[in-house]
């Protein structure tokens, strides 16, 4: 687990699904000089609540393994974040060939008790309607 408390002041940390090695070490080194913390989620941990991977006291892991098919598709979920700080992860990102991530969200009080494919669906099937809207 990252932690998230650096003395008083809460940390910003990422968490980043279905990142290839590659993909995943060019966030890493943009968002090091942001000193945003970086977690790839593994499938085993799906089934935990996002706001255990994310590292929110209080919130308890799940003593089994995930062992469903979960989701293949790259999706980022910020916690801790302003949009100061979204905006900047986001240019980071882009600069450093990383690009866009369509499937985006941030820890809320409603998904924090949520598993990972719960957040998935919804992320999911809101980008869609964004997506079908335009």
């Known amino acids: ?21 590659d993909r995943l070490r060019k966030a890493k080194f943009a968002l ?25 006291k209080d919130i308890e892991p799940l003593p089994e393994k995930y062992s469903g098919d979960g989701f293949d598709e790259e999706m980022l979920v910020m916690h801790n974040f302003t949009n100061k700080s979204m905006e900047l992860l986001i240019k ?12 985006k969200a941030v820890v809320t009080p409603t998904n924090k008790d949520w598993d990972s494919v719960s957040l998935y669906r919804a992320i999911k099937a809101d980008h869609e309607e964004m997506t079908k809207n335009k």
Do not use: H
Not at 1 to 21: C, H, Q, V
Not at 38 to 51: I, L
């Open 1 to 21: 687990m990252i932690p998230t408390d650096i003395g008083d002041k809460m940390r910003e940390i990422a968490l980043f699904y279905n990142f290839s090695d």
């Open 32 to 56: 090091m000089p942001l000193k945003i913390a970086v977690k790839s989620v593994e499938k085993q941990d799906f089934n935990q609540p996002v706001g255990y991977l994310a590292g929110i």
């Open 92 to 103: 980071a990102l882009l600069k450093c060939g990383v690009g866009r991530i369509p499937l």
